[in-house]
């Protein structure tokens, strides 16, 4: 399973986020696209930061942030404390959602609604 969250650095408080089983750009633009339109009437153009992920590399992330108005950033080589909010909300739902429980009998479908009712 793969997730992509927003988070947003002031509060840490997810913005959007889609879970799939592939990290592809269907995973990175639906959850773009969702981020979006919590701006979409504003002024205010956040920075974007992501990972170093060919999903948030390829020329069509780019478009869809320029036409938004978005800034992108994105962490140096090897550097992921470049990207420590990130990092630490992976810490959190791992420490507090995934450890803790025995996961065997989960179908994926189970799986997307825990972490959901997690992130909201």
């Known amino acids: 399973m793969y997730l992509s969250p927003l988070i ?39 920075v974007v930061h992501s990972d170093r992920g060919a999903h948030y590399r390829w020329p069509g992330w780019f478009s869809r942030m320029h036409d938004a108005k978005l800034i992108h950033s994105m962490p140096r080589k090897g550097c992921s404390p470049d ?27 189970q799986f997307i609604e825990v972490v959901g ?4």
């Not at 992976?90 to 450890?99: C, P, Q």
């Not at 009712?117 to 909201?120: D, E, G, K, T, V």
């Open 83 to 109: 990207n420590a909010a990130c990092e630490g909300f992976f810490g959190r739902l791992k420490t507090e959602l995934f450890y803790p429980r025995d996961w065997r009998a989960t179908t994926v479908d």
């Open 117 to 120: 009712s997690y992130i909201r």
């Open 8 to 46: 947003d650095c002031f509060d840490g408080l997810v913005v959007s986020w889609t879970i799939g089983t592939r990290p592809d750009a269907e995973l990175v633009n639906t959850m773009l696209d969702a981020a979006i339109e919590t701006v979409v009437s504003s002024d205010e153009r956040p």
